[in-house]
Each structure stands twice: as structure tokens, then as C-alpha cells.
Nanobody
Framework: EVQLVESGGGLVQAGGALRLSCAAS????????IGWFRQAPGKEREGAAC????????YYEDSVKGRFTISSDNAKNTVYLQMNSLKLEDTAAYYC?????????????????????WGQGTQVTVSS
């Protein structure tokens, strides 16, 4: 059974940091790219960052570049999203998702509808 389990969300002040984790199981980790997506109330789901577990290549959405860092620990089948300099507008439910690496490209990487498997999400709330 494929499972993606997010953790690490919480309440943080603006300018602070959080690290999200996505633990994967039930599939061959290196055959997939893992993306982090977020959805704020009343807004569309958007891609934040993604990484190929195969070659480590990454993509970032423009608003998080320089603040968020995605990384992968293949030995633990876990992907992390280090979020620094958090802003109020980063408040959202954050989800990780898996995409077959053969479909991973600059076109698909941050498009949520391209992803096959999803976690249940973790809430990040940034306060002023």
C-alpha cells in the first residue's frame, strides 16, 4: 500500500522556520519524484518545490526560491522541506505527493494534477 505521511507543520511567527517531512512507503522510492504542494483556504493548490529521488534535481516555485530547500534522504525514504523566513502568505495546508520519475520534467514538476499519490497534509500557520 502506497503511503505518504507528512509531519512537522505547526504555528510559527513570521520570519521563523519549520521543517516538514514526508515519509514514503509502499513503492520504490528512487523511481519517483516527490513534490510539496500547498493550499490556502479559498485558493488553488500550488506547487512549492519538488525533487527527483533518482538524480536529486529540484524545482522551486518563484515565491519560495531562496527561502525553502527541498532535500531527500533515500536511505530513509523521506523528503524534507526546510522553510525559512516564513511569511504570512505561506500559511496553508502542505501536502507531499509522488510522481513517477519518468514523467518528471520542468513542465510536470509543479503541476499537482500530474501526481499520482498524496499524503494527508500538514498545516502550516504563520502569524504576525
Amino acid at each position: 500500500e502506497v503511503q505518504l505521511v507528512e509531519s512537522g507543520g505547526g504555528l510559527v511567527q513570521a520570519g521563523g522556520a519549520l521543517r516538514l517531512s514526508c515519509a514514503a512507503s509502499g513503492f520504490t522510492f528512487v523511481d519517483y519524484a516527490i513534490g510539496w504542494f500547498r493550499q490556502a483556504p479559498g485558493k488553488e493548490r500550488e506547487g512549492a518545490a519538488c525533487i527527483s529521488s533518482s538524480d536529486g534535481s529540484t524545482y522551486y516555485e518563484d515565491s519560495v526560491k531562496g527561502r525553502f530547500t527541498i532535500s531527500s534522504d533515500n536511505a530513509k525514504n523521506t523528503v524534507y522541506l526546510q522553510m525559512n523566513s516564513l511569511k504570512l502568505e505561506d500559511t496553508a495546508a502542505y501536502y507531499c505527493a509522488a510522481l513517477p520519475v519518468l514523467q518528471y520534467s520542468d513542465y510536470t514538476a509543479l503541476r499537482w494534477y500530474e501526481y499520482d499519490y498524496w499524503g494527508q497534509g500538514t498545516q502550516v500557520t504563520v502569524s504576525s
